[in-house]
């Protein structure tokens, strides 16, 4: 038996090839166009260029009613995925348009009137034109030579091979579902820096790097003067100025497209095959609402779960349809009045750059003063942690919310408004996992649509306001209703764009946990990231409080990445409530899961597992980490999956702990320390000490050994001594399992599975697990299934009859 999953749950999930037809198909596409030939508008379902492995299209596409753009685009997805147009800002008529290789060597595009709209420009060089199995469009000379690609001239991606250069572009799409050029531009600066801009009607601003940090802190070099980036066949992206990242998915053989989105991000997608929709398998911000100039002039970005565009209290959206333009007020400014004008706090934000004063140590109402006696100021931000600053606002722009942020920004506004002079603004929720990964444009873009609700009365504006978190708390109280039953329901709607949807996920003082745990002293469990501590929150719940090594450190970068991991929400996954970071504490609050670790079930003599729990173990727990695989815009990945960090809930269902804690352990250092992580020993992928990429698959090989320890009920990950050499219990077992299939033993499952079950379980459903589990310790890891086909493989057998009694000697 080979080390690949060979039963039949298996064999149509990994070979069912996709081949989705364009709506554009036809039987006799073109593969090159001639001189003097031509594509008719008219003819665009059925006259096209096609690449000779069939995965790329090229011609007329449509962008709007009776419009279209000559265009290249990938064939074999669900959705049409646009790489290329030519024509993106002038779309020509549907009628009469025209893409012709002319017989003086250029290819022009031209309009139902016959104007021109786009060439190429190579006038006695183009002699025939090709689309190639890159995605590339080339114009050839007589003797072959490449006089013109469409590789130089990209609009919002770059496809592997294509070279990115000082002479070219990204430019983001303006919106959702629509072509022509947005804001956001991916180029080199003059300094050899890559940089991602936004430039929109109102500012220029950069947003990626980090705009805070130098060049060299942000691990790039501007000494390099080459210019150029190229994303390659595996999914490495490599640069001059020393960018560098990759995706999870990292291998050959997968289609790849590196997009800047019309949010401001930059990801790199990754084609799954068998349901033909696109993966993001990297991203330049995982928190959108980072992303500079994305709700326009006065705008909030905010996560409701999802990032949204708010107007905060007294403007409204300038154009519901194009969040660029921002929000404009409802008042007209008075400086002859000054006191006519009063301040309203909005909690937990700020908006960034265009301070024309600061002070540090001084009080609140002395920076209120100041901004109130300046008429240019239009508010003023005040930070609470550490050393209290005040900034003066002198335009507001790049406005965003999150609990990471312990400060407000006062707003001047006229009193006769009548606002309140403290309202609440959506608490952060990281919309890392919220609309998952999948998207019927191939964009799963966290950033939603970006549209708020029809302003309505200042009544209702007022309301929506008004629900600070205080107040939510004292309904949380006083309501019995709500305590009871509604506990773990996210509460109420906050109107006029403030449509937030308010987790118990929170920042804790070590003074509230240190209280919860009695000083720390039930202890649950240890591990290398910390000890655990059982305790009880003023609330009732009942929690595990993780505390963390000096390892973890930085408190910005340790809020970023923990608000990712507490917005996470999967049945197999333990659920966070919340975190503390106080100087040197690090602390993690958990949900309290009742039955404690696998390892406690599995391997004791006082506990025991019956099959059908075993096999729901195994199920959920590639339930869980495929969620964190394929469904998560983070794609966390793991690193230490082990039965010890599998809990078994009051019903055994599985949960997932400790996820996200390699990546929280790589902050605060310099440069990337992801290599160092190594996981437990028994359970670490050969791909660690080989020092090659980490991707998802060393998860997939530390699931293979726990689903075999599962069916087997040891510990197949220690060490044992064979002939005075120290062996893995692990390739022990594998020899003994592959040398009774080859023999042609029919008891080899029998002779697999834990004794102690004294034959009582599925004989299909062992074999099943033992086969995926031989299939994920494959030391080669392309060929280890993903965990979405491991789960897919399992589902097709959990609905066996209940056991097998096998025949006990």
Known sequence: MSNSIRRSPFIPFLLFPIFLLSTFATSTPRDSLNRGSSLSVEDYASDFLTSPDKWFTCGFYPVGTNAFSFSIWFTNVTEKTVVWMANRDRPVNGRRSRISLRKDGTMVLTDADGSIVWSTNTTGKGFQAELLNTGNLVLRDRHGNLSWQSFDFPTDTLLPLQPFTRNTRLISVKARGQYSSGHYILYFDNDNVLRLMYDGPDIT?????????????????????????????????????????????????????????????????????????????????????????????????????????????????????????????????????????????????????????????????????????????????????????????????????????????????????????????????????????????????????????????????????????????????????????????????????????????????????????KMFKEELGRGGSGGVYKGVLRDGRVVAVKRLGDVFQGEEEFWAEVSTFGRINHMNLVRMWGFCAEKTKKLLVYEYVENGSLDKHLFSNTSFLNWRERFRTALGTAKGLAYLHHECLEWVIHCDVKPENILLDGDFEPKISDFGLAKLSQRGGSGSEFSRIRGTKGYMAPEWALNLPITSKVDVYSYGVVILEIVRGIRLSNWVMMDGEEEAEMTRFLRMVKRKIQNGEDTWVDDTVDPRLKGQFNRNQAALMIEVGISCVDEDRNRRPTMGMVVQALLECEDEPELYTANIP
């Open 205 to 517: 601003t950069l947003s990626w790097p980090n705009i805070e940090l130098a060049v060299f802190r942000n691990n790039r070099t501007s000494y390099n003067r080459t210019r150029i980036a190229v994303l390659d066949e595996q999914g490495s992206f490599t640069s001059s100025d020393n960018t560098g990242f990759y995706a999870t998915d990292l291998g050959y053989g997968i289609r790849r497209r590196l997009t800047i989105d019309f949010d401001g991000n930059l990801r790199l997608y990754s084609l799954n095959q068998s349901n033909g929709l696109w993966i993001v398998t990297w991203e330049s911000n995982p928190q959108s609402c980072f992303v500079r100039g994305l709700c326009g002039k006065n705008g909030i970005c905010g996560y409701t779960p999802k990032p949204t565009c708010l107007c905060p209290p007294g403007y409204k959206t300038s154009d519901p349809s194009d969040w660029n333009k921002g929000c404009e007020p409802m008042f007209e400014k008075n400086c002859d009045n000054p006191e006519d004008m009063t301040f309203v706090e909005l909690p937990h934000t700020d908006f960034y750059g265009f301070d024309f004063n600061r002070a540090y140590s001084i009080p609140l109402e002395t920076c209120r003063d100041l901004c109130f006696n300046m008429c240019a100021c239009e508010a003023f931000t005040y930070r609470l942690s550490g050393e209290p600053y005040c900034f003066l606002k002198a335009s507001l722009f790049n406005g965003y919310n999150t609990p990471g942020f312990e400060g407000s920004v006062y707003l001047k506004v006229p009193k006769s408004l009548n606002l309140t002079s403290k309202v609440s603004t959506p608490r952060g929720s990281n919309p890392t996992c919220g609309n998952g990964t999948k998207s019927n444009e191939a964009s799963p873009t966290p950033s939603g649509n970006f549209k708020s609700k029809k302003n309505k009365s200042t009544w209702g504006y007022l309301y929506s306001f008004a629900l600070s978190i205080g107040a939510i708390e004292a309904l949380i109280i006083v309501s019995s209703w709500w305590c009871l039953f509604r506990r773990n329901e996210m509460p109420t709607l906050m109107e006029n764009g403030y449509r937030a949807m308010m987790s118990q996920f929170r920042k804790f003082t070590y003074a509230e946990l240190n209280k919860a745990t």
